[in-house]
Antibody, heavy 119, light 106 residues
Framework: EVQLVESGGALVQPGESLTLSCAAS????????MAWVRQSPGEGLVWVAD????????HYVDSVKGRFTISRDNAKNSLVLQMSSLRGEDTGVYYCARAGSRATYFNAWGRGSLVTVSS | AIWMTQSPSSFSASTGDRVTITCRASQLIDSYLAWYQQKPGQAPKLLIYGASILESGVSSRFSGSESGTEFTLTISRLQSEDFGTYYCQQYYTFPTFGRGTRLEIK
């Protein structure tokens, strides 16, 4: 069974940093692009970032470029999103999602991790 | 960015009904369109990709079609477990989602 389990969500103040992790199991992690998708009442679902199978290619939505970094450890079946200079508009539930390739649909999702940015 | 506009934003229907949800793209996206179902407190679940290809394990009551920039998700013979919010997503370029259609069962 495919499982994606996010962790690391928290309440932080604007300008602070936070790291989200996603533990993957039940499939060959190193064979898939992986992504982070955020959901908030204000914006709905927003693709945040994705990373190629071997980590050699990464892409970000414009609003997080220079502040967020996506990475992966295929030996540990782990996906990470490092977030810095957090803003209120970064608030939302962050889902770890499996993608078949670059810029595609998402055929497996985690349960999500809540990030709240507020003073 | 490619904008995805869904309609209606919400509606209710009865079990056994045939329902249709529409999604319009701001430009041509070929068939690079997916549909998801999301229930409260859960992650989205992939239903259809490639505009009309049913994801493995998804009920055949769900179907998708396209005409130009307009895409349609149809649920035939609505069942009580079909309640939730439905989202379309294009992947012609970096992924963008519609704002969702909330379906309530009467």
């Amino acid at each position: 069974e495919v499982q994606l389990v996010e962790s690391g969500g928290a309440l932080v103040q604007p300008g602070e940093s936070l790291t989200l992790s996603c533990a993957a199991s039940g499939f060959t992690f190193s064979s898939y692009w992986m992504a982070w998708v955020r959901q908030s009442p204000g914006e709905g679902l927003v693709w945040v970032a994705d990373i190629k199978e071997d980590g050699s290619e990464k892409h970000y939505v414009d609003s997080v470029k220079g502040r967020f970094t996506i990475s992966r450890d295929n030996a540990k079946n782990s996906l990470v999103l490092q977030m810095s200079s957090l803003r209120g508009e970064d608030t939302g539930v962050y889902y770890c999602a499996r993608a078949g390739s670059r810029a595609t649909y998402f055929n497996a999702w985690g349960r999500g991790s809540l990030v709240t940015v507020s003073s | 960015a490619i904008w995805m506009t869904q309609s209606p934003s919400s509606f209710s229907a009865s079990t056994g009904d045939r329902v249709t949800i529409t999604c319009r793209a701001s430009q041509l996206i070929d068939s690079y369109l997916a549909w998801y179902q999301q229930k409260p407190g859960q992650a989205p679940k992939l239903l259809i990709y490639g505009a009309s290809i049913l994801e493995s394990g998804v009920s055949s009551r769900f179907s998708g079609s396209e005409s130009g920039t307009e895409f349609t998700l149809t649920i035939s013979r609505l069942q009580s477990e079909d309640f939730g919010t439905y989202y379309c997503q294009q992947y012609y370029t970096f992924p963008t989602f519609g704002r969702g259609t909330r379906l309530e069962i009467k």
